[in-house]
């Protein structure tokens, strides 16, 4: 049992380590964009100009792209800390940035879809990958409160 809750935390971890990088390369390569006032280039949506251009891409005057990219180095850098620790607590921070990060996709995917009424991919990409850090964290936490217990003879 004890080797199934190890490798559990293994994959856990080393799939936050990937999807983490992938959120940060993506809201960094907005940022950059951002930054530069370069055009975005949008393969699949037509929206990515709207959804950036529009007022709630930013924070205080600063992309939003940018805070992503932050957050996402955060995981990625905490991920890292656990593999090194294999402290506990930095695996429940890592479930409640999770559910931080689900939270605020939601909210992001509700202005695009019914507020600004565009998709842009990278924010799609974004919102991908938050959601499926949070699901598996919480499936993470599920089998690790739902284990079994031996049984005392």
């Keep these: 049992m004890e080797t199934f809750q190890s490798d559990l935390k293994k994959w856990v971890i080393w799939t936050f380590l990937f999807l983490s990088f992938i959120g940060f390369l993506d809201a960094l390569y907005l940022t950059v964009k951002r930054i530069f006032g370069s055009p975005i280039t949008c393969y699949i949506f037509e929206g990515c100009r709207n959804v950036t251009d529009s007022p709630y891409a930013k924070i205080f005057g600063i992309p939003l792209s940018f805070f992503g990219a ?84």
């Excluded at 990625?76 to 921070?93: D, G, V």
């Excluded at 409640?96 to 842009?120: N, P, R, S, T």
């Design 70 to 153: 932050a957050f996402y180095l955060l995981l990625f850098i905490f991920s890292i800390r656990y593999l090194e620790t294999k402290n506990i607590k930095i695996l429940k921070l890592l479930f409640y940035l999770a559910i931080f990060g689900f939270l605020f996709a939601l909210y992001l995917l509700i202005l695009q879809f019914f507020v600004i009424k565009a998709l842009c991919i990278y924010c799609l990409i974004s919102s991908f990958v938050s959601i499926s850090l949070f699901i598996i964290s919480a499936l993470s936490a599920f089998a690790e409160n739902h284990r079994r217990k031996p049984v005392d003879k």
